[in-house]
């Protein structure tokens, strides 16, 4: 999903940007991925991009802006 979203805002895979964010793991179990996620990219024009992943969301690609 957040390929098509860096695609789908026009940049591609050469493209800089910083990452900052957050996850919870389970502490017990046989699975170690996060359960839920969240995470703001920021591109060098300004844009951010934010990324939310939990049991509750629905997935997809969502583009909020003023530039069509």
């Known amino acids: 999903m957040v390929d098509s979203a860096i695609w789908g805002v026009g940049l591609d895979d050469k493209t ?34 934010k990324i939310t992943c939990s049991a509750e969301a629905q997935a997809g690609v969502r583009f909020n802006g003023s530039d069509a």
């Open 16 to 49: 800089s940007f910083t990452v900052k964010g957050t996850a919870e793991f389970p502490d017990r179990g046989l699975f170690d991925v996060h359960t839920n996620l969240y995470a703001e990219l920021t591109f060098p024009d300004g844009m951010v991009m």
